[in-house]
């Protein structure tokens, strides 16, 4: 991990690149005459992400461009300002996306970030289905250390879901967005009052009922997330963004036989409705990170230096059935399933109400 301890990180060379002549001399700002832009890989509610690579370095990256007038005209800037300092406050690790260089023309703001060739989590399990218990056992414990890291640094991600969970060329985790993240200035500020709402499926109920989140909102969405990988789908999901609500705050979810015992058991100690009593959570009763990795679900794992360890080959949980989709273009509501005819549901997360309640009030300098 690198001890680079200056205040704009946004400025670092990356690393691996350093003479010790760079160290001394603040590297001169980026623009975009420095990259070479290839195909967009992914699109936000306000940004693009294209896939580029530094003329000098040939280094790949994946970089974030917003445009100017459209986060202005959307009372935005306060998400992307909110986006650039928590970037900043993380320091290289390994399982988040680090923010390379910011730099701006008169249309555009440009993040310069890791890029993660894999695409996201989503088209994974878009892809196999399902994760059988020793993929969902690794790729949650890394999700785990993240999470431990940022709220550590009592950062709240606010929108955990499979989309924002990238994978690298190397098939590690690279967290991201954090458009929507909420850094806890103070122990009140953790309490309440927040308008967000980050996707319906992920939502915990004192999001719904109180407008609150806490850091322990993010380990509801990591049970949601844990039962996603080995079910194939979300456990809480219904037709529409209402009726999806109304079953988190009843607690309506089943488990299905599918998801082995110790996961399910590690689901239901997640998806409770007092965020206080959920495992992993910083009270009595959650036990801190250290109950939460202790539990008998992680048995095995090595939790040191994980992002250094070889990731399990990719395998669909043995127990759900192979219902692999064969489009991603997902204007048809259902597939048929390629092996026995049985329905797939198309499940497409949808974001929804980021809207911003206060004026935009500073400038992103
Ligand atoms: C993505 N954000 O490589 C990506 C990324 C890469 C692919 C697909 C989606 C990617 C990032 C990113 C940094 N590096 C990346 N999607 C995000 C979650 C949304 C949907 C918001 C655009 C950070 C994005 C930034 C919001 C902070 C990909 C790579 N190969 N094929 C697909």
């Known amino acids: 991990m690198s001890n680079n301890t200056s205040t704009s990180s946004l400025q670092q060379t990356p690393s691996g690149n350093q003479s010790p002549v760079q160290q001394r001399t603040p590297p001169r700002k980026r ?4 990259f070479d832009f290839f195909e967009i890989i992914g699109e936000g509610s306000y940004s693009t992400v294209t896939h580029a690579r530094e003329k000098s370095t040939g280094k790949e990256f994946a ?19 909110v986006e650039k300092s928590v970037l900043n406050k993380i320091h290289h690790h390994p399982l988040i996306v680090r923010l390379y260089y910011t730099f701006q023309d008169s249309y555009s703001l440009y993040f310069v970030l890791d890029l993660a ?74 309490a309440r009052a927040n308008s967000f709402v980050g996707t319906a499926e992920y939502a915990s109920p004192e999001l719904l009922n109180d407008k609150a989140t806490c850091k322990s909102s993010d380990l509801w969405a990591l049970g949601c997330i844990i039962y996603q990988l080995l079910a194939g789908h979300p456990p809480f999901k219904a037709v529409n963004e209402y009726q999806t609500f109304q079953k988190i705050i009843n607690l309506e979810y089943t488990l ?30 959650g036990g801190g990170y250290e109950a939460l990795k202790s539990h008998p679900f992680f048995e095995g794992i090595v939790w040191e230096k994980i992002h250094h360890q070889t990731p399990p080959e990719l395998k669909p949980n043995p127990a759900v059935h ?4 064969t489009s991603n273009l997902d204007d048809e509501p259902e597939f048929l399933n390629e092996n026995n005819n049985e329905l797939y549901y198309h499940q497409g997360s949808t974001d929804f109400s980021k809207t911003d309640p206060e004026p935009a009030q500073d400038n992103t300098n």
């Open 31 to 34: 623009s975009p005459k420095d």
């Open 63 to 81: 970089i974030k461009i917003l445009n100017k007038k459209h986060i202005v005209k959307e009372k935005k800037i306060k998400y992307v300002n």
């Open 117 to 190: 060739k894999k695409g996201d989590l989503l088209g994974f399990i878009h892809k196999m289905g399902s994760f059988n218990l020793k993929c969902t056992q690794f790729y949650v414990a890394e999700i785990v250390t993240a999470l431990e890291y940022l709220h550590k640094k009592n950062i709240i991600h606010r929108d955990l879901k499979p989309e924002n969970i990238l994978i690298t060329e190397e098939m590690h985790i690279k967290l991201t967005d954090f458009g929507t993240a909420k850094i806890i200035e103070s122990e009140s500020d953790n």
């Open 256 to 285: 299905p036989d599918e998801i082995p015992d110790v996961a399910k058991d590690l689901i239901k100690k997640l998806l409770v409705e007092d965020p206080n009593h959920r495992i992993g959570a910083d009270t009595p009763e």
């Open 322 to 325: 192979f219902e692999k989709s």
